[in-house]
């Protein structure tokens, strides 16, 4: 079963695609599915004429680490782990036109759109079934914590997460 939000998400991704496949085709899967064979026609045609570069692309967030990861094997390349490499890694070879001007702004826009459903999808799911109020946590420490309790400050589970950027990196090697 598919959710309303999916169908309008999934309508998105293939228009982004079609964008950076430069078509002024406005169907739905087949302009999608054309545009992939342009992306990959233009990515050959780089193949042949620049060298390869190696880029090490780091992506804390499984679930664009997926959508990367779909969106180079969509295009015919092939992301490795170099031995003893982060889960968070993933190595690419690619011409650095193709990697600049087509991959990665893709990639960000993809995975901005992907952000945009997730964030209202995870809203509406918690204003459902938990509470009404989804606001950020404030600014301002309570006074008191009820009961007469105080706020030592103990930062309960430890360390805070990184705030690392998804990103990709030339790799020296």
């Known amino acids: 079963m598919r959710l309303p939000l999916e169908g309008t998400l999934l309508e998105k991704l293939r228009k982004i695609e079609a964008l950076h496949a430069g078509t002024k085709v406005d169907g739905e899967r087949?302009?999608?599915?054309?545009?992939?064979e342009r992306i990959r026609a233009r990515l050959s045609e780089l193949q042949g004429r620049e060298p390869e570069t190696e880029y090490r692309y780091t992506l804390h967030d499984p679930w664009k680490r997926k959508l990367f990861?779909?969106?180079?094997r969509r295009y015919g390349l092939k992301p490795y782990r170099e031995r003893g490499q982060r889960y968070t890694s993933v190595m690419l070879r690619a011409p650095k036109?193709?990697?600049d001007k087509t991959l990665w702004p893709e990639y960000q826009a993809l995975s901005a759109e992907l952000d945009a459903h997730l964030e209202e999808l995870t809203t509406r799911v918690i204003r459902?079934?938990?509470?009404?109020?989804v606001s950020e946590a404030s600014d301002a420490a309570p006074k008191s914590l009820g009961n007469g309790v105080t706020n030592q400050g103990a930062n309960v589970g430890g360390a805070e997460p990184s705030s690392a950027n998804d990103s990709p990196t030339k790799s020296s090697g």
């Not at 087949?30 to 992939?36: D, G, K, L, S, V």
């Open 30 to 36: 087949e302009a999608a599915r054309r545009a992939a």
């Open 69 to 72: 990861l779909a969106l180079c």
């Open 97 to 99: 036109s193709f990697q």
């Open 128 to 133: 459902e079934a938990i509470d009404d109020d």
